[in-house]
């Protein structure tokens, strides 16, 4: 069965420094997201992504985060300066054209020191 | 009011019982209603998904949507230690011909054998 799939499952950086955070869709899809997941909160919504632009962003997607689609698989999201408060587990989910269910990848644990 | 509203329990129940978990929701451009399963540390897993008001079952899951009262349930009989998880509900709507999905807190559940 087809899968979302994230890089790296940890990372662990120092305050100030930039992460990338890789995501290979499921490969038919169209739409691209990003979440975040502060340990022990709900999951939120940080950015939408369709035909290589933004389509939402929400208030924590802020000037220090970005997102690209450098080649036909993956999906990133970089986070220029980290702050202490980026640590959380970012989901990438993808869905396709029948505008049914995102599917998440497994997530990429940021621990920001 | 949140356009999510999810009890985080915890719930602890005995293996075999039937486990009732449930959200109520505010915004009325909900369209599609999910429920997924995050084990700790994992990502999302999609359970089921519902567009209409009504059941809809698989296998010892059972999804219950009831637009009217804006309520949505999900069944979970003979459960097993291994549901032990949180489950998360999720609604999503269609802003701008994208998909934006709003999660509730997610309940946590231990089954215990």
């Known amino acids: 069965e087809p899968e979302v799939t994230q890089t790296p499952s940890h990372q662990v950086t120092q305050m100030g420094q930039e992460v990338i955070l890789r995501c290979v869709p499921i490969?038919?899809?169209?739409?691209f997201y990003w979440y975040r997941q502060i340990l022990g909160q709900k999951v939120e919504f940080l950015v939408s992504?369709?035909?290589?632009?933004?389509?939402?962003k929400s208030e924590i997607f802020d000037d220090q985060f970005s997102v690209e689609r450098p080649d036909g698989s993956n999906f990133t999201l970089k986070i220029r300066s980290t702050k202490l408060e980026d640590s959380a587990m970012y989901f990438c989910?993808?869905?396709?054209?029948?505008?049914?269910?995102?599917?998440f990848g497994p997530g990429t644990r940021l621990l920001v020191l | 009011q949140k356009e999510v509203e999810q009890d985080p329990g915890p719930l602890s129940v005995p293996e075999g019982a039937i486990v009732s978990l449930n959200c109520t929701y505010s915004n009325s451009a909900f369209q599609y209603f999910m429920w997924y399963r995050q084990y700790s540390r994992k990502g999302p897993e999609l359970l089921m998904y519902?567009?209409?008001?009504g059941n809809k079952e698989d296998g010892r899951f059972t999804a219950q949507v009831d637009k009217s009262s804006k309520y949505i349930s999900l069944f979970i009989r003979d459960s097993q230690p291994s549901d032990s998880a949180t489950y998360l509900c999720a609604m999503s709507q269609f802003s701008g011909g994208y998909q934006k999905v709003t999660f509730g807190t997610g309940t946590k559940l231990q089954v215990i054998p």
């Open positions: 519902t567009y209409s008001s």
């Open positions: 992504f369709y035909n290589n632009e933004i389509s939402e």
């Open positions: 490969s038919n899809h169209l739409y």
């Open positions: 989910a993808s869905l396709d054209r029948g505008y049914e269910t995102q599917y």
